[in-house]
């Protein structure tokens, strides 16, 4: 596609379930990274994927969050056990390679746990 | 611990005014520095980027920016403000020996009167 497509753009989930956030790059691009921005905060770096692989996980905050890209195009970010503090924006980018840091963002999914 | 500064948490202008929006970057290695926009409901638009060689850096939308070893500064500049400019500006560093993670400040929020 011509941009960084997130889906669900919204979602709202109730505290202690499980959710899948799905990001599909730009066509070609090889990196992936995943943010995740808090209201009234920078975005924070979550990871980073280089094809299929995991290059960077440094930035999840626990165990209850996952990310995989099986097929080095689309991804999917997992979160166990939602909390309330996990209640943020999520934002995927993706990049021509590792080493170009210009990233093209998506728009994002605003997740609410209730 | 690598940081970036935006002082200024909120910024109002007069529409044609110039605007200029500061950024401090934690010392370190070599430092690699973007600027990027998010309009409310949009993903985050890169403006323009610094790796190396001439200082002063033309972006997209009429932007620049500078960037200050001594001062440690990449401050963002535009001459004659546009309504359209209203957004959250947000400066960003990655270092030369530390991977691929963007270290985002906590943004600027950009309001212009008429």
């Known amino acids: 596609g011509a941009g960084v497509s997130q889906t669900p753009s919204n979602k709202v989930t109730e505290k202690g379930k499980y959710v899948e956030l799905r990001c599909d790059p730009i066509s070609g691009h090889t990196a992936l990274y995943w943010y995740r921005q808090s209201l009234g905060q920078g975005p924070e770096f979550l990871i980073y994927f280089q094809g299929t692989g995991a290059a960077d996980d440094s930035g999840l905050p626990n165990d209850r969050f996952f990310a995989v890209r099986p097929e080095g195009s689309v991804s999917t970010l997992k979160i166990q056990r939602t909390e309330r503090g996990d209640s943020a924006v999520y934002l995927c980018?993706?990049?021509?390679?590792?080493?170009?840091?210009?990233?093209?963002f998506g728009s994002g999914t605003r997740l609410t746990v209730v | 611990a690598q940081s970036v500064t935006q002082p200024d948490i909120h910024i109002t202008v007069s529409e044609g005014a110039s605007l200029e929006l500061r950024c401090n970057y934690s010392?370190?290695?070599?430092?690699?520095l973007f600027w990027y926009v998010q309009s409310p409901g949009q993903g985050l638009q890169l403006l323009l980027k610094?790796?190396?060689?001439?200082?002063l850096v033309q972006g997209i939308k009429g932007f620049e920016a500078e960037f200050k070893r001594s001062q440690s500064s990449f401050n963002l500049r535009k001459p004659s403000v546009h309504w359209s400019d209203a957004a959250e500006y947000f400066c960003a560093v990655v270092y030369s020996n530390s991977g691929y993670a963007l270290n985002f400040g906590k943004g600027t929020s950009l309001l212009v009167t008429p």
């Open positions: 010392y370190g290695a070599t430092p690699y």
């Open positions: 980018a993706s990049s021509p390679d590792g080493l170009n840091y210009g990233y093209t």
């Open positions: 610094y790796f190396s060689g001439d200082t």
